[in-house]
C-alpha cells in the first residue's frame, strides 16, 4: 500500500467557489456574479425585508381602502396609497428575481 502525503490528502480550497466536487457550471456562474457573496446575499436579505414591509404596508392600506367607510376623497387616496404600496412590493419582487438570476 502506498502512503500519501498530507499535501495529496488535503485539498487546498482557494475560494469559496473552488470547492471539490463543483461543476464547470457552478464555475462559470460564480466568475459571472460581480463582488463579494457575502455582499449579495445582504443585498438579496434587504430586498426580502423590502418586499415583506411592502406587503404589510399594502395589507394595512387595503385594508383601510376597503373596509371603513370613508368619504370619497379619503376612499381615493387609500386606494392610491394601496396601489402605489403593490406596485413597490411588484417591483422588490422583479429585483429580487433579478439577484437570484431567475
Do not use: C
Amino acid at each position: 500500500m502506498k502512503a500519501t502525503s498530507t499535501v495529496e490528502n488535503n485539498q487546498v480550497i482557494q475560494n469559496s467557489y473552488d470547492a471539490p466536487g463543483r461543476r464547470d457550471t457552478d464555475g462559470l456562474s460564480a466568475s459571472m456574479q460581480k463582488g463579494d457573496p457575502q455582499e449579495r446575499d445582504r443585498r438579496v436579505l434587504r430586498t426580502i425585508i423590502f418586499i415583506m414591509s411592502m406587503g404589510l404596508a399594502m395589507t394595512a392600506a387595503g385594508s383601510f381602502a376597503i373596509v371603513l367607510v370613508w368619504p370619497h376623497f379619503w376612499l381615493h387616496l387609500s386606494l392610491a396609497i394601496w396601489i402605489g404600496f403593490t406596485l413597490l412590493f411588484l417591483l422588490g419582487v422583479l429585483r429580487l428575481t433579478s439577484e437570484l438570476g431567475l
